[in-house]
Each structure stands twice: as structure tokens, then as C-alpha cells.
């Protein structure tokens, strides 16, 4: 069975950083998409950076672009996800998300295994 736990949550002062922890057991993260998403409150899901673990260079949704940073880490089978120079936009509660195959980015109910979330608060 796959499980995805993210870590790393938690508040930060605007233009702080914080870093989250995307762990995979189940699945090994040498082959696969892995995505970060972030939901606000009262809107939709949506994909922050992703990254495939095999090949490709990082996408990242243009607010977050030059300010995160998606990294792997294969010895201990986790994806980061480096936040710097937060602002009060960045409030939400981010998961990470992984897909099987080579489609990479790929649409939302496209990736088969999610984690919980971890809050990111932001002060203003």
C-alpha cells in the first residue's frame, strides 16, 4: 500500500522560507511524477511545482517561480519542496501528490496517490 506524508508545515513570518517533506513508502520515487499542490481556503486544488524524479527539468506556477524549489532526494525516497521569500499568499495547506508513468505534469485526477496536507501560515 502507497502513502504519502508530507511534513515540514507550520507558520513563517513574510520573506521566511520554509521547507517541506514529501515521504513515499510503497512507492519508490525513482520513477514518477511527483507534484506539489496548495489549496486556500474556499478555492480548488492547485499545482504549485512538479517534477518527474526519472527526467525533465521543474515546472513551477508562475507566482511561486524564482521563490520555490522542488528537489528529490532518492537515497531516502523524498521530494522537498523549498519555500523562500514567503508572503501571505503563500497560506495554504500543501500535498503532495505522486503519478506512475511518464506524464509529467499531468491533470489532477491524473496522479493516483495524495498525501494529507501540511498547513503553511504566513504572516502578514
Known amino acids: 500500500q502507497v502513502h504519502l506524508v508530507e511534513s515540514g508545515g507550520g507558520s513563517a513570518p513574510a520573506g521566511g522560507s520554509l521547507t517541506l517533506s514529501c515521504v513515499a513508502s510503497g512507492l519508490t520515487f525513482s520513477d514518477a511524477c511527483v507534484a506539489w499542490f496548495r489549496q486556500k481556503s474556499g478555492t480548488e486544488r492547485q499545482w504549485v511545482a512538479v517534477l518527474h524524479t526519472n527526467n525533465g527539468s521543474p515546472l513551477y506556477l508562475f507566482p511561486v517561480k524564482g521563490r520555490f524549489n522542488v528537489f528529490k532526494d532518492t537515497v531516502n525516497n523524498t521530494v522537498y519542496l523549498q519555500m523562500n521569500n514567503l508572503n501571505y499568499d503563500d497560506t495554504a495547506t500543501y500535498y503532495c501528490?505522486?503519478?506512475?508513468?511518464?506524464?509529467?505534469?499531468?491533470?489532477?485526477?491524473?496522479?493516483?496517490?495524495w498525501g494529507q496536507g501540511t498547513q503553511v501560515t504566513v504572516a502578514s
Open positions: 501528490a505522486a503519478g506512475l508513468g511518464g506524464r509529467c505534469p499531468r491533470p489532477t485526477p491524473e496522479y493516483n496517490y
